[in-house]
């Protein structure tokens, strides 16, 4: 079954537009400088420490940045998997080996994607992480997501729900996109965590 993370919720298309522009307005010291932070304070969850194989993603754009963080996961022995988008907007999944073995690869007229550019592992490579990073527009009290609306990453949940695993599920954001409330659906679950620059914040 497919779900599309509400892409036709008013409440939620006002809320993404609204943090998109927050995010397109900075420059890239900020994203610099929030990306060493949020790398810090990411490696520092016990989970991560502890994690054979970690599902990540190459930010883009004015995305809280995530490359500091998978160079040091992959210096230090993780099994590093990124995401490549497919045409019906599931997700296949590779390995990261370095900057090096990224593609930029562009999905039609959308913004172009870093994706690892070697063998395709298969969607259900998921199941096997231990430490699932998802990305996000805002994470609120309870620990629920507001994504961007492709439905990828609903798809993700759903399969490591059918395949019966429970990795942590972390969620990488800037300081003012933990917010009170994120409008729900009745399929949305709650993330474990949220990381920001300054902190982390834990739901269960």
Not at 84 to 91: H, I, R
Not at 141 to 156: E, F, K, P
Not at 187 to 200: E, M, Q
Request: proline content about 7%; hydrophobic content about 40%.
């Amino acid at each position: 079954m497919r779900h599309d993370e509400g892409a036709n919720d008013p409440d939620k298309r006002v809320r993404r537009r609204g943090i998109l522009t927050a995010r397109n307005g900075l420059t890239a010291d900020d994203v610099r400088e929030s990306a060493a932070a949020l790398a810090r304070r990411a490696l520092a969850l016990p989970e991560l420490a502890q994690a054979r194989t970690v599902a990540a993603y190459v930010s883009v754009g004015g995305e809280p940045g995530t490359l500091a963080l998978l160079d040091t996961l992959h210096a230090r022995g993780s099994r590093v998997l990124l995401p490549v988008l497919l045409p019906d907007n599931d997700l296949d999944w590779g390995v990261y080996e370095g900057e090096g073995s990224l593609t930029r690869v562009r999905h039609g007229g959308k913004m172009a994607l870093l994706e690892p550019g070697g063998p395709r592992l298969g969607p259900d490579a998921v199941t096997e992480a231990d430490v699932v990073l998802l990305p996000g527009l805002a994470v609120d009290t309870r620990g629920m997501r507001l994504g961007r609306g492709g439905g990828s990453y609903d798809r993700v949940l759903a399969r490591l729900d059918r395949a019966g695993v429970h990795p942590a599920l972390v969620v990488l954001l800037y300081d003012t996109e933990v917010v009170e409330r994120v409008p729900e659906e009745p399929h949305d679950r709650p993330v474990h965590a949220v990381v920001t620059p300054s902190g982390v914040r834990r739901f269960r």
